[in-house]
Each structure stands twice: as structure tokens, then as C-alpha cells.
């Protein structure tokens, strides 16, 4: 059993900034890219960003210069600071892993239950 569980979310003004948090947990043998994706009303799930074990990020293009993701190992932890959010930013933040729970068992995705975000004066 793996769980992911995020926190960070809320009401932000625009132009404000924000950090969202996710931990890992369960049985997890090994933990493999982590990432975060959001999903506005009535519209698709999009990838926000993401990280390897090995610390390599990759953004959204819309995202890039004011979005930040980062990992802790030993934690099993992945955060996403947001800056310069914008309306637009408004969704709910889903958390994602990729894990392999045992040494035969094949890599799989995990996510989390989601958190809103959204960004109103």
C-alpha cells in the first residue's frame, strides 16, 4: 500500500506565491520520478512539472521562471513553490510517483488526492 498526501494549497492573491507538499508512504521500494499536475474545470489534467531521482526538473512552459519543484530522498517528500501565480494558475494540484513497491514488481503511478489552488483578489 502506497499513499501519497499533499498540503499546501489555499486562496492566494495574484501576483502571490504559494507551496504546495507531498509525502510519500507505504511500501515503497523504490521511488522513482515525482511530480505535480493540476486540472482546471473543464479541462484536462496537465503536467506542471516534474523531477528524477537524480534531481532533473522539467517544466510547463507556462510555468517555467516562476514555478519550482524539488525532492527530499530520504524523505520521500516532493514540494512545488509557486510564485507570480495568476488566474490562470487557479486548479486542483495533484501529486504524482512513480513507484515500484517490491525488487519483481513493475514501476507504477501513484497520486494524491489533490489540493486546490486558486488565485482571486
Known amino acids: 500500500q502506497v499513499q501519497l498526501v499533499e498540503s499546501g494549497g489555499g486562496l492566494v492573491q495574484p501576483g502571490g506565491s504559494l507551496r504546495l507538499s507531498c509525502a510519500a508512504s507505504?511500501?515503497?521500494?523504490?521511488?522513482?520520478?515525482m511530480g505535480w499536475y493540476r486540472q482546471a474545470p473543464g479541462k484536462q489534467r496537465e503536467l506542471v512539472a516534474t523531477i528524477t531521482s537524480g534531481g532533473t526538473t522539467n517544466y510547463a512552459d507556462s510555468v517555467k521562471g516562476r514555478f519550482t519543484i524539488a525532492r527530499d530522498n530520504a524523505k520521500n517528500t516532493v514540494s512545488l513553490r509557486m510564485s507570480g501565480l495568476n488566474a490562470e494558475d487557479t486548479a486542483v494540484y495533484y501529486c504524482?510517483?512513480?513507484?515500484?513497491?517490491?525488487?519483481?514488481?513493475?514501476?507504477?503511478?501513484?497520486w494524491g488526492q489533490g489540493t486546490q489552488v486558486t488565485v482571486s483578489s
Open positions: 507505504g511500501s515503497i521500494f523504490r521511488l522513482n520520478d
Open positions: 504524482n510517483a512513480r513507484i515500484m513497491t517490491g525488487f519483481w514488481a513493475g514501476t507504477r503511478d501513484y
